[in-house]
Structure formats: structure tokens, C-alpha cells
């Protein structure tokens, strides 16, 4: 497929000031006429206006109310000799019912919806498709009026009536500027949940949110979110709410997550509804997040917008950390911060950073594309909120803020890039080090793949030193040989064991518990005085920069960071350390699997998850081991058997040696009040749910029936959906008996909520390999009634799962593999984007030992030889068999 490239970026050759949509809604054939006033970029020599369209039915073009001569070029509609300011009218139709893509305008349980982020606008009329294009638009809709009740669209309603032949039509103006990918309609069967609120600052504005009539009772969460979202961004970064009405509505078919479109967010009902009866804390906190996100995005993407596409992590990056702040600020203790901060690296350890690895690497601002929508990575969104989150660290809070005031007071209402942003907080903040290494600190932005960090310290006892030395390097990775060191801030302490933080001074500087060394240097030297015992470095705090560090401690130094460390981060990460390295050992090894972990960490396990001074979500994150796909990142060979039979078998260890903690753990976090969400409860939770699972897990193997029969007497009786689902997925992971009736169970209680049976599904698709029937369950789940590929979330819940459910995906056979080419195949047949998505699953098949690996090959050639495979899916596959 033909590469766009972003050193080819020119500006266009013709700006759009106004538009005015009109659409007659239908499902098969909806009408659209957009009526554009257009003038010649001066700027830009004399050109042709190339506009994208991509499956519409061109009916009619009227330059200056005149028909006129055009042209296509592919997708493209071409006019020549214009003049330099005209009205230029295009009347199109498309037939939303036929639009699998979910791209567009399409139609979902009988209500239109459009997404047109990257470029889906052009699916829906002629346009200059592309970011930096803004205009201010009108809609007007019109619409079956018993069929389509509700018809919405972005800005203010302005007049509204009813219509000849049952139909009625509805008019909005958008008071804000923006690019087409901000777009959107909704016209359907609606119900909304309202708030009127009025903010610090005293500005009044109606917050809705609509879902199908059936699920109102389900919407009191996100109604909350927002409204902590509106408060939260006045208060942390004095950012207003800049609408008299701010929309979300939910759908139930989505391609992603949700939608920041202006006004009117568009949202996967995932990320909508929520009751205790039918949504995990999992579910809660994921609303939480996404509803902040999008609401953040109306500042950060689009009252200033990307110039192009390759700027995407200039407002996804910083959306991401902003939404991380905030669910952090939201979580208010301290270890609930740390909690949220674990979950975020986890994400970006083990999804990222192979990302990073892999064939796909390319970075945060990446160069080529051949397909946008592959390109809204776990690099663009979290790699990119860590390069965000750095220019905090080295700035400290107040000085990000300024450098984001004077982000906005520059580039409000503009499509700018990431120098800009660069820019601005390096302008806000003279002679900081920042301003000072600038132009090295933007190579994260320029250079992909995750940096190494080594550090080798030396303790002189007499002179109370303590000199560390960081040195840094970073892999190749496509395209990319040679790199250049990054500025990297790593903030330091040193914990001496008994003693806790030493108050340290950094190159005679004042003495503090922490310091934020920059790393800027290949190699470089941090001299710490007053250094009054032999000290264990606690290194990059908080997990400073999104490098691997490698460093070189004792088991002894690992367990006093983990008991002392006053970071809670490296607190966690240095059990986890610990125990990666024994399951590494036992994976390399050829050791017996009974025991794959030493006493020392299960004890140091075992005493974490008896302290009174630390919260049950924490411990549920410090007795969680290491995923087998961060465990496979270790390995240059990877045989994911092995690694999942290693793993089971710490697992079984743990629930064994730990055996009367885990039931106390269970007694004690077992909660039968109500339910809230809060981070304290749903940590408590979280750790009853672990302890279960252990307990019931530990059954298998003692023959005990008490554990799993209070796991199914759970089933039957939860008071919520989290305690629920722990104990159906402690049966089913265990492969108990008892599974089988508590999934039936679940399932007949539940049949009428797509979004408790995908859980349903993805449940046992990510249950263990027992004996080989993982992949004969599956297929079999393909034909339950239930299952329909074409909803994304269900896909994503059976096929999704099942490829990252490793023991599973990756068998001696190569049958996972030829399932996962049949499945992305007949996907990529009517949603190609979903598709893209599917076939990332081998990008990694390089690291794999034989079989898998030439098994895994043969099925990525298969699918790179299909003849009418979608650009997207070409571009990966491609990439991976480069
Ligand atoms: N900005 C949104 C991106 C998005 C999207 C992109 C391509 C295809 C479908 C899509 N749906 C949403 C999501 C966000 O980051 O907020
Ligand atoms: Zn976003």
C-alpha cells in the first residue's frame, strides 16, 4: 500500500470556512447535501481542490450554484479552475445499514451513529478530510419522526419542528470551529439522564447522557465522572468547560473505546453503563477513566488540535496523562495513587513495550503510515502520556502548568504539532533543565524502542559516598540503527536497610530523600554525600521514564526495598523483580516445576499480605505474579508452554505455602455491605477475589470441596458483579465441576446485557488450556447463538481473548494460529480496522521457539498471500514478516 510520509506534509491548498450539512436520514439511502464556502490557501501555489470521499454516490456538484466540469482521481474528487473564494455544493447519497466499517455513518440496534476520527468524514460527503482543515459547521437532520425521535448533532440546538410524511428535522449550529473528525450525528430511539450544573467559576451548562431507553438506571457513574471530570480540569488546570451542552451518548457497536467529538461524545456502551449488578470495579474505574478522557480531549485535541496525523500523541499522550492524573487525583491516599501508577506500567510493560520490540516499533510521533488507524498505538497513547509525565518530572507540577497555559494562550483554536508543545513548556520555563536540553529531550518523540538504563553503584563507608553510575543505550529497531541518548529523569533514594530513607545530599546540594537525577549522558556520574550507611538505591521512583533498568541487586536487596521502600511503586517493584527472576530461572532451567519460587519470597509474599499499614489493593498487586507475556519479553527464545507451565506452577505454590493467609485474606476482605466503588472497597475486593481463586485453584489439588462450594454459593449470591465474577472465573480457571452449572447460571441470569455476556465469553476464552480444549471450547463458542463477530465487543470477547490467552493461542500444532488466520480473515472481510487489530496478535512470532514459530510464519505468509486483504492488515503483516 502506498506510504504517507510526514516530512511530505504541505498545508492545503484550500481552507473550507463554513459548512452546511443537510441530511435526510435513512438506513439504506441517506441523502446528504453539504453546501461549503471555500477559498484559495494564498499561501499555497495554484492547484487543482482534490476532495476525499471514499464509498459514496456522487449525484451533483454546483460551483457558485453552476454545474461544473470534475474529475476522479481514485477516491478523489478533483475541480479545476476555481476562483479564489466560491460556494461550492455537493450532493451525495450512502447507505448507512450496508456500512460494516463502523467508520462513517452507520447505523447501530436501529439508531444512526457516525465516527469520523481518522477519516471517516469522508464516507460521509466530499471534504478535505484532514486535521488541519477547520470550519464552522450547521447541520440540520431530518428523520423519521416515530423511528428517529432524537436527532443530535454537535453545538446548539437551534430550531427543531415536525415535517410532511411522519418526519421531523432538527437544527444545530456548532459555535467552535473544528476539523471534520470532530464531526457527528446521533439520531435514534434515545433516552438521557441530565444534570444541570454550574461550575467553580460560576457558568451554567446541561450535561447529558443518552442510552437506549432500557439501560437510564445504568448511566448514575458516568453522570458522576463527568462531573468530576468538569470540576477537575478548572481545578488542576483552570480549563472551563466552553459548551452550554455537553452530550454522550453510547452504542453498543464500536470500533474503540469512545469518541471526543465536540459536544457530543460518542461512547462504546462499555465505557457507559454500569450497575453493581452487572459491572466489575474494573468496569467502574475503566468509565471513570475514558469519560475524564474524552471530556480532557475538549481542550487537549480539540480546542487545539493536531496539524496532521503524525501528531496524534500531541493530544492522545497528553489526554492519557491527563486522565491518569486524574483518576490519581480522584483516588486521593496516597497508596491508591500508587496503585493506579502500578496498573498504568503494567500496561505499558506488557503491551508497550513488545510493541516497541516488535516489527511494528515506530515512535510517538511516528514518520510513515501506510493506514492511520493502525497507528493508534499503545506507543502514540501511553509511551506517549510517559513523555507527557516527564516533562512534569523535570518541571514539577507548577511549571507544567504554566507550560500548558502558555500551550493554550498560543495555540487556542489552531492545529499545531509536538515541537509546538515542546516549545511552549520549554518557553514557559526559561533556564530550567527542560529548556536546557530541548532539542535532546524532543528525541522521544523521534526515536522509537525502550531505552536501557544500567546503574552500578559503590559505597564509600569512610567518606560516606555513594557514587551511582547510569549509563544508557537503546536497541534498533525498524529503520532505526543508531540512537542517540535521551534526557532521562530518574528520580533516586537510597534506603539503607533498618533505617528506611536517608536523607542524602546530591553533589554537595541540600540533603533530601529524593533526588531527580537527569540522565543526558551515554554515561554519566551522581556523587551522594552524608551517606551514613551502606544504602540499597531505590531508582526510578514512580517509575520516572519508560526505560527497562537494569540493576544489578541481591535477593537480600530486593526484599528490604520491598518491606522498607517509602515508594510504593519500587516497593511493588522489587517483589516483582524477585519473582521474576525465580520464574525465569525456572523457565531457563530444567528444574523440577513443583517449586518454582524460593522461601524467601514466598515469606516476604506472606508478610506483605499480613501488614496492617498497607491497602488491600496494593497487596493484591504484590501477590500477583508477573504476566506470562512480560515473562515471554524477558526471553530471546520464547517456548510459552513452558512459561505458562512455570507460572501455573508458582501459582499452585503460592496457593499452597500461603494457604491459610489466603482464607484469612478472604475472611477478612469479604464484604457484604453495599456497594461502592471507591478504591478502598474495591481493593478489598480485589484481594478476596485473588484469595479465592488461590483457594479454589488449591482444591484441585487437595480434593477439597468447602473452597470451591463458597466460590459457587458466590455465584448464586453476590451482592455485585465483581464478587460474581471472581468466583465464576476461580471455578472456571480451576477447571472445577462446579464451572459448568455456574456458567449456565450467569449466562440465563444475565441473557439480556451484551455486556455481562461478553464477559461471559471472554471468561472462557481466557481460562487455561486444560488438556488441549481450549481451542474445541472456543470454536464451539463461535457457534453459540450469541456470538456475532460483526459486534466489535464480542469479538473482541471471544477471538481477542482467546489469542491472549497464551497457553492457549500458542499450541505445538500451529491450530491456534490457523484459527486466529480464519478468524482475521472473515473479519477483515466487512471491519478492517478490528481485523488490523487481530493481526498484531503474531507480531512477536520471531521471538518464538520451534514449533511455533515456523508454524506461526506459515500462517502470517497464508494471510500476506490473500488477495483482497485491506490495507489495513497488509501494513501489519507486511511489517511482521519483513
Ligand atoms: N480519539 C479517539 C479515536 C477513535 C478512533 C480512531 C479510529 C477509529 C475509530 C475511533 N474511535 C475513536 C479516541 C480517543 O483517544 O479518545
Ligand atoms: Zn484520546
Known amino acids: 500500500p502506498p506510504v504517507i510520509r510526514r516530512e511530505d506534509y504541505a498545508p492545503p491548498a484550500y481552507w473550507i470556512d463554513t459548512v452546511d450539512l443537510s441530511f435526510d436520514l435513512d438506513p439504506t439511502k441517506t441523502r446528504v447535501l453539504n453546501r461549503m464556502r471555500v477559498r484559495r490557501n494564498a499561501e499555497q501555489p495554484p492547484q487543482p481542490l482534490r476532495l476525499d470521499g471514499d464509498e459514496l454516490n456522487l449525484a451533483r456538484v454546483l460551483v457558485n450554484g453552476q454545474g461544473t466540469s470534475f474529475k476522479m482521481d481514485g477516491d478523489q474528487l478533483v475541480l479545476d479552475g476555481l476562483p479564489d473564494e466560491f460556494d461550492l455544493e455537493i450532493f451525495t447519497t450512502c447507505n448507512p445499514e450496508k456500512n460494516t466499517k463502523l467508520m462513517g455513518l452507520y447505523l447501530s440496534q436501529d439508531t444512526f451513529f457516525t465516527q469520523c476520527e481518522a477519516e471517516g468524514f469522508r464516507r460521509i460527503t466530499y471534504f478535505l478530510d484532514r ?17 428517529f425521535p432524537v436527532l443530535l448533532s454537535n453545538g446548539n440546538l437551534v430550531e427543531q419542528g415536525v415535517l410532511e410524511d411522519g418526519r421531523h428535522f432538527a437544527k444545530w449550529v456548532d459555535p467552535h470551529r473544528k476539523p471534520c473528525y470532530l464531526f457527528a ?182 514518520d510513515q503510515y501506510a493506514e492511520i488507524n493502525n497507528f493508534y498505538t499503545v506507543t502514540v497513547y501511553e509511551k506517549g502520556a510517559e513523555v507527557v509525565r516527564m516533562y512534569q518530572t523535570l518541571l514539577g507540577r507548577e511549571g507544567f502548568a504554566k507550560g500548558l497555559a502558555l500551550y493554550f494562550e498560543r495555540h487556542d483554536g489552531q492545529a499545531v504539532t509536538c515541537d509546538d508543545f515542546a516549545q511552549a513548556m520549554s518557553d514557559a520555563n526559561p533556564g530550567s533543565t527542560l529548556a536546557l536540553h530541548l532539542d535532546q529531550f524532543k528525541r522521544w518523540y523521534s526515536q522509537a524502542g525502550t531505552p536501557r538504563v544500567t546503574a552500578v553503584g559503590q559505597y564509600d563507608a569512610e567518606g560516606q559516598r555513594y557514587t551511582l553510575t547510569l549509563s544508557q543505550t537503546c536497541p534498533a529497531t525498524p529503520g532505526q540503527a543508531e540512537k542517540q541518548p535521551f534526557v532521562i529523569p530518574v528520580i533516586a533514594g537510597l534506603v539503607a536497610p533498618g533505617q528506611g530513607d536517608l536523607a542524602v545530599s546530591l553533589h554537595g546540594g541540600e540533603p533530601a530523600t529524593a533526588h531527580t537525577l537527569v540522565l543526558t549522558e551515554p554515561s554519566q556520574q551522581f556523587v551522594f554525600e552524608r551517606v551514613t550507611a551502606e544504602p540499597v538505591p531505590s531508582l526510578l521512583r514512580g517509575f520516572s521514564a519508560p526505560v527497562v533498568l537494569n540493576q544489578d541487586l541481591s535477593d537480600a536487596e530486593l526484599l528490604a526495598l520491598l518491606a522498607q521502600d517509602s515508594d510504593p511503586f519500587n516497593a511493588w517493584e522489587a517483589g516483582q523483580r524477585l519473582l521474576m527472576r525465580q520464574l525465569l530461572a525456572a523457565v531457563t532451567g530444567a528444574g523440577d516445576l513443583a517449586a518454582p519460587l524460593q522461601a524467601d519470597a514466598v515469606a516476604a509474599l506472606r508478610s506483605t499480605l499480613r501488614r496492617s499499614d498497607l491497602d488491600a489493593a496494593f497487596k493484591a498487586l504484590v501477590l500477583t505474579l508477573p504476566t506470562e507475556s512480560y515473562l515471554a519479553e524477558q526471553l530471546a527464545d520464547v517456548d510459552p508452554q513452558r512459561v505458562h507451565a512455570v507460572r501455573e506452577a508458582a501459582r499452585r505454590q503460592l496457593a499452597r505455602d500461603l494457604a491459610a493467609d489466603w482464607a484469612w485474606a478472604f475472611d477478612e476482605h469479604e464484604d457484604n455491605g453495599s456497594y461502592r466503588p ?20 488449591l482444591a484441585r489439588e487437595t480434593g477439597d470441596s468447602v473452597w470451591p462450594g463458597k466460590a459457587y454459593q458466590r455465584t448464586k449470591d453476590a451482592g455485585n458483579m465483581t464478587d460474581r465474577y471472581a468466583a465464576t472465573a476461580a471455578l472456571v480457571n480451576a477447571g472445577h465441576a462446579l464451572a459448568q452449572p455456574a456458567l449456565t447460571r450467569f449466562h440465563d441470569l444475565f441473557a439480556d446485557d451484551a455486556l455481562v455476556i461478553d464477559k461471559w465469553f471472554a471468561l472462557q476464552a481466557a481460562a487455561p488450556d486444560r488438556g488441549g480444549d481450549a481451542l474445541g471450547r472456543v470454536e464451539a463458542l463461535l457457534r453459540h447463538p450469541d456470538f456475532n463477530a460483526r459486534n466489535p465487543n464480542r469479538a473482541r470477547s471471544l477471538i481477542f481473548s482467546f489469542t491472549g490467552n497464551p497457553a492457549a493461542f500458542h499450541r505445538t500444532d500451529g491450530a491456534g494460529y490457523t484459527f486466529w488466520r480464519e478468524q482475521l480473515l472473515a473479519i477483515d472481510a466487512f471491519n478492517p480496522q478490528v481485523a488490523a487489530r487481530l493481526a498484531r496478535a503474531l507480531d512477536r512470532w520471531k521471538k518464538l521457539a520451534e514449533p511455533y514459530r515456523s508454524a506461526a510464519h506459515g500462517e502470517l505468509q497464508k494471510v500476506a498471500a490473500h488477495p483482497s486483504l485491506s490495507k489495513d492488515v497488509r501494513e501489519i503483516v507486511e511489517k511482521a514478516l519483513a
Request: charged content about 25%.
Open 678 to 697: 471507591d478504591p478502598v472497597s474495591s481493593g478489598r475486593r480485589s484481594l478476596a477475589g485473588l484469595a479465592l481463586g488461590m483457594l479454589v485453584e
Open 185 to 366: 450525528i446521533v439520531a435514534g430511539c434515545l433516552a438521557a439522564r441530565e444534570q444541570r450544573i454550574v461550575t467553580e467559576s460560576g457558568s451554567e451548562h446541561l450535561l447529558q447522557i443518552y442510552v437506549r431507553p432500557g439501560d437510564l438506571d445504568k448511566t448514575e457513574h458516568a453522570m458522576q465522572s463527568l462531573m468530576h471530570s468538569v470540576a477537575w480540569d478548572e481545578a488542576r488546570f483552570g480549563l472551563k468547560l466552553d459548551l452550554e451542552r455537553f452530550m454522550v451518548v453510547a452504542t453498543s457497536d464500536f470500533n474503540m473505546g469512545a469518541m471526543e467529538n465536540k459536544g457530543l461524545n460518542i461512547f462504546n456502551t462499555k465505557y457507559v453503563l454500569a450497575s453493581p449488578a452487572t459491572a466489575t470495579d474494573v468496569d467502574f474505574d475503566g468509565i471513570e477513566s475514558v469519560i475524564g478522557h474524552e471530556y480532557f480531549h475538549n481542550w487537549t485535541g480539540n480546542r487545539v488540535t493536531c496539524r496532521d496525523w503524525f501528531q496524534l500523541s500531541l493530544k492522545e499522550g497528553l489526554t492519557v496523562f491527563r486522565d491518569q492524573e486524574f483518576s490519581m487525583d480522584l483516588a486521593r491516599t496516597a497508596s491508591a495513587r500508587a496503585v493506579k501508577r502500578i496498573e498504568d506500567v503494567r500496561v505499558l510493560r506488557t503491551v508497550q513495550f513488545p510493541e516497541d520490540a516488535g516489527p511494528m516499533a515506530h515512535p510517538v510521533r511516528p
Open 131 to 147: 486535521p488541519d482543515v477547520m470550519a464552522s459547521f450547521s447541520v440540520t437532520l431530518r428523520a423519521d419522526r416515530k423511528r
